[in-house]
């Protein structure tokens, strides 16, 4: 994976790096899908990951175009402090249903997103 997935791209602006100077396709660095591939970079130790706005050196503010997902993640991440363990899966559930089959798998969706927040959380502190 270390070999391929740097030429992966998970952006949702990837022209954003044209209207910057920088070079074509590059990852924006402040969309929710870069925020993640930063927080899973920073957990697997490596990156090999341009991106055209460091968000952890000149964080955007929250009410312009470039921090708003910033700023919906630092959001939902004080919310699940605060969210009791048991209600967890509802919270979960209720942006819209998930293909599971048992409460076993269940249980690994909201696994899931819990270790995914709390990767994302420590790559913003």
């Known amino acids: 994976m270390k070999k391929?997935?740097?030429a992966t791209l998970s952006c949702s602006h990837p022209?954003?790096?044209?209207l910057t100077g920088d070079k074509p396709g590059m990852h924006c660095?402040?969309?929710v899908p870069c925020i993640i591939r930063q927080a899973a970079e920073k957990k697997a130790g490596f990156s090999k990951t341009q991106?055209?706005?460091?968000i952890k050196r000149n964080p955007p503010e929250g009410i312009t175009q470039r921090g708003r997902d910033l700023k919906a993640f630092k959001i939902a991440l004080e919310k699940l402090k605060n969210l009791k363990p048991e209600s967890m899966t509802l919270h979960i559930l209720r942006p819209g249903p998930l293909p599971f089959k048992n409460k076993s798998e269940l249980d690994s969706y909201v696994d899931l997103y819990v270790r995914?927040?709390?990767?994302?959380?420590?790559f913003l502190k």
């Open 4 to 6: 391929t997935y740097a």
């Open 15 to 18: 022209d954003i790096s044209r």
């Open 29 to 31: 660095g402040y969309c």
């Open 51 to 54: 991106y055209s706005y460091d």
């Open 116 to 122: 995914g927040m709390k990767e994302v959380e420590k």
